[in-house]
């Protein structure tokens, strides 16, 4: 992980949109079943289209609180650079608005067409080289700065791929294993563990020592559903115990290689 680099500025929840803090995480996911965005690659996954074309980096919160994936636009800030991304999720009154544009492109909450907010937290990620750095803001509506830390902790790289290839690594298929029935799994750091279930929205887990690997919730995000997993973080091993709607099912030993 010596490719990311994080900035976090502590912010109270507030309603001017200009205060603004930075932290980040980032994660990874399988992709399980597919439906047709408004993208032009088609790929399923809108954070994928969008990065095709993009200098910067683009990631993808799997954690939004329970609200579901409504919409994804490109929306210009400056002529000549890269666009900015505008996601929306939403149930009731409750939003939240991810934004993510090239940490050197200024965009004002007008030009991303942003109305009012309870509070935002801002992100800037350093991904691989091929990458330049991303400003990642999370707008919410109905929660305070701290209820949206989750979000930030949940985001993913939407083109791992590309990401593998620029780290040096082979791309390598992901390590998918049945909880129920395969209670060890050894994986590479450029690698990611898939549980592969029934419902993948309902599972959880505890992990023993997260500073190995975190785990990745699974479920129905709009466009595209995935399956939980584990995330590598560093070499080492934990115990992960498996929970399928709160019901214990497994403890599965997860082992970090290079």
């Given at each position: 992980?010596?490719?990311?680099?994080?900035?976090?500025?502590?912010?109270?929840?507030?309603?001017?949109?200009?205060?603004?803090?930075?932290?980040?995480?980032?994660?990874?996911?399988?992709?399980?079943?597919?439906?047709?965005?408004?993208?032009?690659?088609?790929?399923?996954?809108?954070?994928?289209?969008?990065?095709?074309?993009?200098?910067?980096?683009?990631?993808?919160?799997?954690?939004?609180?329970?609200?579901?994936?409504?919409?994804?636009?490109?929306?210009?800030?400056?002529?000549?650079?890269?666009?900015?991304?505008?996601?929306?999720?939403?149930?009731?009154?409750?939003k939240i608005i991810v934004t993510?544009?090239?940490?050197?492109?200024?965009?004002s909450t007008k030009q991303l067409?942003?109305?009012?907010?309870?509070?935002?937290?801002?992100?800037?990620?350093?991904?691989?080289?091929?990458?330049?750095?991303?400003?990642?803001?999370?707008?919410?509506?109905?929660?305070?700065?701290?209820?949206?830390?989750?979000?930030?902790?949940?985001?993913?790289?939407?083109?791992?791929?590309?990401?593998?290839?620029?780290?040096?690594?082979?791309?390598?298929?992901?390590?998918?294993?049945?909880?129920?029935?395969?209670?060890?799994?050894?994986?590479?750091?450029?690698?990611?563990?898939?549980?592969?279930?029934?419902?993948?929205?309902?599972?959880?887990?505890?992990?023993?020592?997260?500073?190995?690997?975190t785990f990745v919730p699974g479920?129905?995000?709009?466009?595209?559903?995935?399956?939980?997993?584990?995330?590598?973080?560093?070499?080492?091993?934990?115990?992960?115990?498996?929970?399928?709607?709160?019901?214990?099912?497994?403890?599965?030993?997860?082992?970090?290689?290079?």
């Amino acid at each position: 992980m010596s490719d990311l680099k994080i900035d976090t500025v502590p912010e109270k929840p507030c309603n001017n949109p200009h205060m603004r803090r930075r932290i980040g995480l980032i994660a990874a996911a399988l992709v399980i079943t597919t439906i047709p965005t408004a993208f032009a690659m088609g790929s399923g996954n809108p954070y994928v289209d969008a990065q095709t074309g993009l200098q910067y980096g683009v990631y993808e919160p799997t954690n939004t609180l329970g609200l579901p994936f409504t919409s994804i636009n490109l929306t210009s800030c400056k002529l000549g650079e890269d666009d900015a991304i505008v996601a929306n999720y939403a149930k009731g009154a409750k939003k939240i608005i991810v934004t993510e544009r090239m940490t050197t492109t200024a965009c004002s909450t007008k030009q991303l067409g942003l109305g009012k907010f309870m509070s935002v937290v801002h992100v800037r990620v350093t991904p691989a080289k091929i990458f330049k750095p991303v400003a990642i803001d999370i707008y919410g509506v109905g929660f305070t700065a701290a209820q949206l830390a989750p979000v930030t902790q949940s985001l993913l790289p939407a083109d791992r791929m590309t990401l593998g290839i620029a780290s040096g690594g082979s791309v390598l298929p992901p390590i998918m294993i049945k909880p129920q029935n395969n209670f060890a799994a050894s994986v590479r750091l450029s690698n990611v563990v898939v549980f592969v279930v029934t419902d993948p929205a309902t599972w959880s887990a505890k992990v023993a020592n997260p500073s190995i690997a975190t785990f990745v919730p699974g479920g129905n995000h709009g466009t595209y559903v995935t399956n939980p997993g584990m995330q590598p973080l560093r070499v080492g091993s934990t115990k992960v115990q498996l929970f399928d709607a709160g019901k214990y099912i497994s403890t599965v030993t997860i082992t970090v290689t290079k």
